[in-house]
């Protein structure tokens, strides 16, 4: 079974980093592309950054140049470096993992709040 366990999340001000990591129980070049989504509250899901089996990176427009994603293969896990945070950065943010296409495996998220 499948099991993807985020952690990194918490409360802080306004300009400041965070680092969220996402631990996969096997081999994440298992997966097409792994990635992180966020939702925020009364918002729909919404794709932040992915990285490709290839490594390829891909941002959401809102994140780019702030978030970098990034992936450690001998610890099966993808980080989400999270610089110059926003309050609308504010959302429970989510790893998963695609596999034929389809974004099958997620984690059970961790919260992110930004203050001003």
């Known amino acids: 079974q499948v099991q993807l366990v985020e952690s990194g999340g918490g409360l802080v001000q306004a300009g400041r980093s965070l680092r969220l990591s996402c631990v996969a129980s096997g081999s994440i070049l298992r997966y097409d592309a792994m990635g992180w989504f966020r939702q925020a509250p009364g918002k729909d899901r919404e794709l932040v950054a992915r990285?490709?089996?290839?490594?390829?990176?891909d941002y959401d427009d809102s994140v780019k140049g702030r978030f970098t994603i990034s992936r450690d293969l001998a610890k099966n896990t993808v980080y989400l470096n999270m610089n110059s945070l926003k309050p609308e950065d504010t959302a429970v943010y989510y790893c998963?993992?695609?596999?034929?296409?389809?974004?099958?495996?997620w984690g059970q998220g961790t919260g992110v709040s930004v203050s001003s």
């Open positions: 990285i490709g089996d290839d490594s390829a990176t």
């Open positions: 998963a993992a695609m596999n034929r296409a389809v974004w099958e495996f």
